[in-house]
């Protein structure tokens, strides 16, 4: 079950928190400050009422509006309804987090959204009436989100009401010149001198709006604008999602629904296509993602010869994208879609990479995490790369680092690596991984040791200085062991050398260091013979959904 309730722009944004167990988001449906309707209050109270019944154990999180602090709106029935909302989640639950908000900047398909009945209205060239004596506090919906995490993660904000807002507040006037400049397009409206303003104090988020870096300069309304509306001077941006896929019949088609829903709700800002790449499935998976082909267009199908392997999916995904930015993820939700708003949220900020962090994962034993991290902090040691620790391939890449991923040839790939090798500006978004939606997992102990091998060996050659420096280590030591030796045999010349134990371990000793800096030497031989040979990195047997110029059927190291 969802536990996030309402529906619109809010609810949209705080989709990542729909099946976690600890707080249930009441987004509302309430969002019109014009609405007079007393069913339509009705409606929520109950919904209010029913959620707090049903679950009295989570922290119950509402969202209200700073109507409710504007002496002139008071007895408005919007705003008595707020109030009163608010007054019945403080004596029914437990624990609770009440957020009241100024105006929401994102899209909207409701004109209670000023900034969204600005833009409609000149950009279609309609007249309107301007308020000029009102000024209004705005903030971006990635924000709210932002902040409201941060509010839930500081235990000392539980039980509170808070005002998230700007600290800015821009006249109704400025705010149509700014849409202007923006659309290229003059409004046409009638100056009438009303309107009110109204100071909200923002004291107690102060410090989590500086340590999440919001700035709410004179171009802070600018920049959402170009962020939520560009699509109203070009064409929306394209969205890749590249899924590698092998056996997963039972979970693709769950997958397929929660990652659409949020594509879709990411229209018209973003249009996408979603790159299923079938490894050489041996089960029904192939027939599946056909079938969603058929059904929807932008589901894109590449189907490999052979199985090559999940580093070689991404690659192809990758080389068939034709999107401004991708997201990598698996098909097993284990990393779950609806975190694909909080890293767009990110790219929107500038970062050409945005990579998830799994500080918890579901599902994973305490032994497969602890040398998992074992690994990780390894790999980050010896490696001149700097590769984040506690990451996976759920990632979204500009597409910049797409094209630079495209020009590395290498047959022994990595892509957590690869991708921070390329550089870029590069940010983490710490997500819980959740366990596996159905089925088991194709990954066997073969392939997880092969994968560790292969990130070790291919973003460092340090593991080649081990047999250099055990060389060295040793011959020291036995140098030291001779000398003693001697000096005793010349001091002493009954002396005798005792231990035929001591002596078959040392030359087992020894013997294992040969034999361990032989297969070092070994692997990397063998990734230089792989590069040379020079075969395809894939072969792809057929395609689904793919225009004839972008197909590409093998793809050369």
Same mark, same amino acid.
């Given at each position: 079950?969802?536990?996030?309730?309402?529906?619109?722009?809010?609810?949209?944004?705080?989709?990542?928190?729909?099946?976690?167990?600890?707080?249930?988001?009441?987004?509302?449906?309430?969002?019109?400050?014009?609405?007079?309707?007393?069913?339509?209050?009705?409606?929520?109270?109950?919904?209010?009422?029913?959620?707090?019944?049903?679950?009295?154990?989570?922290?119950?999180?509402?969202?209200?509006?700073?109507?409710?602090?504007?002496?002139?709106?008071?007895?408005?029935?919007?705003?008595?309804?707020?109030?009163?909302?608010?007054?019945?989640?403080?004596?029914?639950?437990?624990?609770?987090?009440?957020?009241?908000?100024?105006?929401?900047?994102?899209?909207?398909?409701?004109?209670?959204?000023?900034?969204?009945?600005?833009?409609?209205?000149?950009?279609?060239?309609?007249?309107?009436?301007?308020?000029?004596?009102?000024?209004?506090?705005?903030?971006?919906?990635?924000?709210?989100?932002?902040?409201?995490?941060?509010?839930?993660?500081?235990?000392?904000?539980?039980?509170?009401?808070?005002?998230?807002?700007?600290?800015?507040?821009?006249?109704?006037?400025?705010?149509?010149?700014?849409?202007?400049?923006?659309?290229?397009?003059?409004?046409?409206?009638?100056?009438?001198?009303?309107?009110?303003?109204?100071?909200?104090?923002?004291?107690?988020?102060?410090?989590?709006?500086?340590?999440?870096?919001?700035?709410?300069?004179?171009?802070?309304?600018?920049?959402?604008?170009?962020?939520?509306?560009?699509?109203?001077?070009?064409?929306?941006?394209?969205?890749?999602?590249?899924?590698?896929?092998?056996?997963?019949?039972?979970?693709?088609?769950?997958?397929?629904?929660?990652?659409?829903?949020?594509?879709?709700?990411?229209?018209?800002?973003?249009?996408?296509?979603?790159?299923?790449?079938?490894?050489?499935?041996?089960?029904?998976?192939?027939?599946?993602?056909?079938?969603?082909?058929?059904?929807?267009?932008?589901?894109?199908?590449?189907?490999?010869?052979?199985?090559? +392997?999940?580093?070689?999916?991404?690659?192809?995904?990758?080389?068939?994208?034709?999107?401004?930015?991708?997201?990598?993820?698996?098909?097993?939700?284990?990393?779950?879609?609806?975190?694909?708003?909080?890293?767009?949220?990110?790219?929107?900020?500038?970062?050409?990479?945005?990579?998830?962090?799994?500080?918890?994962?579901?599902?994973?034993?305490?032994?497969?995490?602890?040398?998992?991290?074992?690994?990780?902090?390894?790999?980050?040691?010896?490696?001149?790369?700097?590769?984040?620790?506690?990451?996976?391939?759920?990632?979204?890449?500009?597409?910049?680092?797409?094209?630079?991923?495209?020009?590395?040839?290498?047959?022994?790939?990595?892509?957590?690596?690869?991708?921070?090798?390329? +550089?870029?500006?590069?940010?983490?978004?710490?997500?819980?991984?959740?366990?596996?939606?159905?089925?088991?997992?194709?990954?066997?102990?073969?392939?997880?040791?092969?994968?560790?091998?292969?990130?070790?060996?291919?973003?460092?050659?340090?593991?080649?200085?081990?047999?250099?420096?055990?060389?060295?280590?040793?011959?020291?030591?036995?140098?030291?062991?001779?000398?003693?030796?001697?000096?005793?045999?010349?001091?002493?010349?009954?002396?005798?050398?005792?231990?035929?134990?001591?002596?078959?371990?040392?030359?087992?000793?020894?013997?294992?260091?040969?034999?361990?800096?032989?297969?070092?030497? +070994?692997?990397?031989?063998?990734?230089?013979?792989?590069?040379?040979?020079?075969?395809?990195?894939?072969?792809?047997?057929?395609?689904?959904?793919?225009?004839?110029?972008?197909?590409?059927?093998?793809?050369?190291?």
């Amino acid at each position: 079950m969802s536990m996030v309730f309402g529906e619109g722009m809010i609810a949209n944004r705080f989709r990542d928190y729909s099946l976690q167990t600890k707080y249930l988001i009441f987004a509302g449906n309430v969002n019109d400050s014009s609405i007079k309707d007393e069913t339509i209050f009705q409606k929520e109270e109950h919904a209010i009422s029913s959620a707090l019944k049903n679950h009295p154990e989570k922290t119950f999180v509402y969202f209200s509006s700073c109507s409710t602090l504007d002496a002139d709106t008071l007895h408005s029935e919007y705003t008595k309804h707020k109030i009163r909302m608010e007054s019945k989640i403080r004596e029914t639950a437990k624990s609770f987090l009440i957020v009241r908000l100024p105006q929401v900047l994102g899209l909207s398909d409701a004109d209670s959204s000023l900034i969204n009945y600005y833009v409609s209205a000149i950009s279609e060239k309609r007249h309107f009436e301007l308020w000029s004596n009102a000024r209004k506090n705005f903030i971006d919906i990635d924000d709210v989100h932002d902040i409201v995490g941060e509010l839930l993660k500081r235990n000392t904000y539980n039980n509170k009401i808070v005002n998230i807002a700007s600290s800015r507040q821009t006249s109704t006037l400025e705010v149509v010149h700014i849409i202007e400049d923006f659309l290229g397009v003059s409004a046409s409206f009638t100056e009438l001198p009303k309107g009110t303003t109204f100071e909200i104090d923002i004291s107690e988020i102060k410090s989590i709006i500086i340590d999440l870096k919001i700035n709410f300069d004179r171009d802070y309304i600018k920049k959402s604008l170009t962020k939520y509306y560009s699509h109203l001077k070009g064409a929306p941006k394209l969205l890749s999602v590249i899924v590698p896929t092998y056996n997963e019949e039972h979970g693709i088609e769950e997958f397929y629904r929660r990652t659409k829903s949020v594509l879709v709700s990411l229209a018209p800002r973003f249009s996408h296509e979603i790159i299923f790449v079938n490894d050489f499935s041996t089960d029904n998976t192939l027939e599946k993602i056909r079938g969603l082909a058929k059904f929807d267009s932008s589901v894109k199908v590449i189907n490999f010869s052979k199985n090559f +392997g999940n580093q070689i999916g991404i690659t192809a995904g990758i080389d068939f994208s034709r999107g401004d930015i991708a997201v990598i993820i698996d098909d097993d939700l284990q990393d779950p879609p609806e975190i694909i708003l909080n890293l767009i949220s990110k790219w929107d900020k500038g970062y050409k990479v945005v990579y998830g962090v799994r500080p918890k994962r579901q599902g994973v034993g305490f032994l497969f995490k602890l040398i998992a991290k074992m690994y990780y902090r390894t790999i980050s040691s010896l490696s001149d790369t700097k590769i984040p620790n506690d990451t996976g391939d759920f990632r979204l890449i500009d597409r910049v680092v797409i094209e630079a991923l495209k020009q590395m040839k290498e047959e022994s790939r990595y892509y957590r690596g690869m991708v921070a090798w390329v +550089g870029f500006s590069q940010i983490g978004v710490e997500y819980e991984r959740d366990k596996r939606y159905a089925g088991v997992s194709t990954f066997s102990l073969k392939k997880y040791i092969n994968f560790a091998l292969n990130g070790l060996t291919s973003f460092t050659e340090k593991p080649l200085y081990f047999s250099s420096l055990a060389g060295v280590f040793v011959t020291f030591i036995s140098f030291l062991l001779a000398v003693t030796l001697i000096i005793k045999k010349i001091a002493d010349p009954s002396f005798s050398i005792r231990g035929w134990t001591s002596l078959t371990v040392i030359i087992l000793f020894f013997g294992g260091i040969q034999l361990l800096s032989i297969g070092i030497l +070994g692997i990397y031989i063998s990734k230089v013979y792989r590069e040379i040979k020079g075969r395809p990195l894939y072969i792809v047997e057929s395609t689904e959904n793919i225009d004839s110029g972008e197909q590409t059927l093998t793809r050369y190291n």
